[in-house]
């Protein structure tokens, strides 16, 4: 007989990797992986999100298992509640997946759910015995059971709650006991939570029974003894003979601000004996077997069969999604429009109101928004744009796509922003200038004031490129972006900048005619409805103006933001104040560990009130430390850190450099800021554990 084909979901997890070593000389097993690389000799593994039901289906049609035991999900009770939206995907719509595929192949399916939502104070439910969820966690499993029903109503659901030897990064229960008796520390365990552990092996067996067997629909896969997680640890202590007395028991009723848990998630095991027979469970015979299974070498099996864990790194930057987003997205999706709907207009307004500017137009990146703006200023062939060579290449771009030429004004080093004499030398040099457009690198603003007077002098206009500073507040008090000091302020939303809509970007502005011309140019340079029209008999019809008409009066483009963006847009938008204060939290942090380093000299420290904390940027004098930036990269990604370095000068970049005869040798103090410069993580989920990755990482590397 050829062996039956078992597709096991959540392949790096506790249950799976037990199932696959031990199973893997009965069974052909492939296993389904997320993030983390599994390798277990005659076990196949698939790369797979389960997210994606057209993914899922592709794969269990290439395969065609015999058995599906989907056992992936977001088990944590704590994540579970803090993220319901990415638990709602773990557990229900990845179970939805699963089973609408296993209906359509007619493929049995075991799924493992949970003894979550027994009845809280009575001992042993039964398959039949529900109560409402207490939890998010309990919630979405109990959901998937619905899922399954309706998708794959052959399939077996298990309630269960095991123990086995587990990878490092996902202990068990009795390996959280083990480790900790065995490290000589306290383990607190209740005293008041009962529930009926079962060895995962024991629960192998079972999955394996019931391949020969004709059940269908629920069953409670648990052990025979009904325990208190203290009197469990107890049970532990004793068969791997170790200290019981650094076991405390305490009570669950205790702890305040845990999530709330059935106390009693006991279930019975009647009915699984009724299906197959009477077989023991106990909890003294299981552990026999797990202090076996140790001295087989199963607790390195396990760890051995994960050849490459996924290094976790903290990034320069980051977007934060929270379940608010996620519904706005929902909503905004259960809408009539999902693009030129009437959110965009609200997201204007809000941010026009944010920033304290009369007009706000929003457009699909800012890059699109520098190009409108230049050429609502109107920049054409022949005229000058200067801007900060430390900056994206978005800044300067905009420039080339309107015919004119980019150039440059080198940074002050002080502040890393453009200098404004040195934007005046650049203005009478060229004698062409147009239009200038500071950044306010990192977030930190420009000194607005003293740009001005240089624009004004040369009779050109301010753009200011805000990518970084949503939220920062100009030296003489007003928001940026409030164009106090300039024609038009543009931000980006792209996921690193302070609030997200994937890509997207704003131009904010006080001036009406701006605003219309930005208005159009957004749109293919079309008008309709009340702004005045061209071509009059074709507008009317007896004086009455016909709806479908319209006119495109000059060359515009297809720059639209979405009204589906915009309703994320508005809801991280009320984020906004949050994001900036955590900022400024973690920035203030650095400051202050970093303040004795000798060899860490931190960059823009003067504006911590005024920015908007984009970046944060240290200056590393690398001939001193005695290594290459590359070598200080690798010294930091082994410590789980990916650094960045903002920006590579744009004078530098070949485009310029072999078309525009850029010379980066005129830009002295951007070019010396490039070589120093380092960009440490900074976004506001960062948790302070991370932050202290960071410190640590800068003291022991850079000292
Ligand atoms: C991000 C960024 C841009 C471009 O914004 P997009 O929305 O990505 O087009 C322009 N300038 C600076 C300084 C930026 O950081």
Redesign the pocket.
Known sequence: MSKKKVLITGGSGLLALNIAIYKKDDWEIFLVLNTKKVSIDRVVTVKLNLDSLGDVDEMVESIRPDYIIHTAGLTSVELCEKHRSNARISNVITTRNIAKVAGKYDIKLFHISTDHFTRSCMPNSSEEDIDIPLNYYAQTKLEAEFEVNRYSPDAVVLRTNFFGWGPSYRQSFSDFIIKSLRGTEKVHLFSDVFYNPILIDDLADIIGSLFESSFTGVLNAVGDDRVSKFEFGKMVASQFDLDESYLVPVLITDQKDMVKRPKDMSLSNNKLKEVLGEKSYSIESSLKKLFTQEFDGRDKQVNNAVVHEDPALIYYGKQSIDDDDFDAIMAGLNRSFLTQGPKIKEFEDKIAKYVGAKFAVAVS????G?HIACLAAGLKKGDSLITSPI??V??SNCALYCGAKPNFADIDPRTLNIDAEEVRKRCKELGNVKVIIP?HFSGSPCDMKELAAVADEYGAVIIE?A??ALGAKYKTGEMVGSCEHSLMTGF???PV?SITMG???VITTNEEEIYKQLYRLRSHGIIKGNDPLFIDEEATTDGLPNPWYYEMQQLGFNYRITDLQCCLGISQLKKLDRFIARRVEIAQTYDLAFKHLKNVKVAQKGTRALSAHHLYNIRVDFKKLGISKNELFELFKKEGISLHVFYIPIPMQPYYRDKLKTDISDYPNALKYYREAVTLPLYPDMTDKDINNVINAVKTIIK
């Open positions: 990146n800012l890059t699109a520098l900056s994206f978005a800044s950044v490129d990518a970084h980006s939303f792209h900048k890509e997207g970007g």
